[in-house]
């Protein structure tokens, strides 16, 4: 169901205590309530951080990652079960930064999408171009290909589970935003590209988050765009009163 929505992705940051008074600061603000807020803490947090918004519905929690397999012997890996078991509805699949110091590609990001919601996780699954392919103009093409390689083999059931965040490379941790209009274009593209393969009905209802350096400046121009249902937020999320701004700019 498309909804507001803004997710924070602390990626690798923040200890236990120092990481409990942020969750703790944005829980206790005034954010508003048609807004989901998804925090994704490293996973030795998650059921730390899911105790602490328990019982509030506009709060939820998610990994940022999850293993491909259900089980088994991998040594230091983290499944989509133990992950759900810790409290967790929803997981971020790929991250640029996986697909880029981790190696993930397409087929390994299909078996995560598909593991994570066989444990009724709901993927975040990202995607997004390098700024040499928005240089040549071939950025919508990529898109497509990472929505066709990694999601499209889904039953329209299982795509409509889906939230999809859209993070051009170029504008991740670099303090260079898309502008409304590059984000408009792609959300846009992205819904109709979900269109022609699943109809109206999924490509209408699935949210399409924005991110790469969102912050509260940028915020509510970004939201305001007909296509952005909202935002995965890296940097910005480290400070509760940047987050909660963010989440105040619909
Ligand atoms: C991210 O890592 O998903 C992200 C959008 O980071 P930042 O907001 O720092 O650009």
């Given at each position: 169901m498309r909804r507001k929505i803004v997710a924070g992705n602390?990626?690798?940051?923040?200890?236990?205590?120092?990481?409990?008074?942020?969750?703790?600061?944005?829980?206790a603000s005034n954010t508003a309530q048609d807004v989901l807020k998804i925090i994704a803490p490293p996973f030795i947090h998650l059921a730390a951080v899911a105790d602490k918004i328990k019982g509030k519905s506009d709060f939820a929690v998610a990994a940022q990652n999850c293993h491909q397999a259900e089980n088994g012997a991998f040594t230091g890996e983290i499944s989509a079960g133990m992950i759900a078991s810790c409290g967790a509805n929803y997981v971020i699949i790929g991250h640029s930064e996986r697909r880029q110091y981790f190696g993930e590609n397409a087929?390994?990001?299909?078996?995560k999408v598909n593991t994570a919601l066989a444990q009724n996780l709901t993927p975040i699954f990202c995607l997004g171009?390098?700024?040499e392919q928005r240089n040549a103009n071939t950025h919508l093409e990529t898109v497509k290909?990472?929505?066709?390689?990694?999601?499209?083999h889904?039953?329209?059931a299982d795509f409509s589970k889906l939230i999809i965040a859209y993070e051009p490379v170029w504008a991740i941790g670099t303090g260079v935003t898309a502008t409304s209009h590059q984000a408009q274009g792609m959300h846009n593209f992205i819904r109709s590209e979900i269109n022609k393969k699943y109809g109206k009905e999924v490509s209408e209802n699935i949210s399409i988050l924005y991110g790469g350096s969102c912050n509260p400046q940028n915020a509510k121009e970004l939201?305001?765009?007909?296509d952005v249902d909202g935002g995965l937020i890296g940097g910005a999320s480290l400070k509760a009163a940047d987050?909660?701004?963010?989440?105040?700019?619909f």
């Open positions: 602390w990626k690798m940051n923040k200890e236990l205590a120092p990481g409990m008074e942020l969750v703790t600061e944005i829980v087929q390994l990001l299909a078996q171009e390098q700024i290909q990472q929505l066709k390689d990694a999601l499209f889904l039953p329209a939201f305001a765009c007909m987050f909660i701004a963010i989440a105040n700019s």
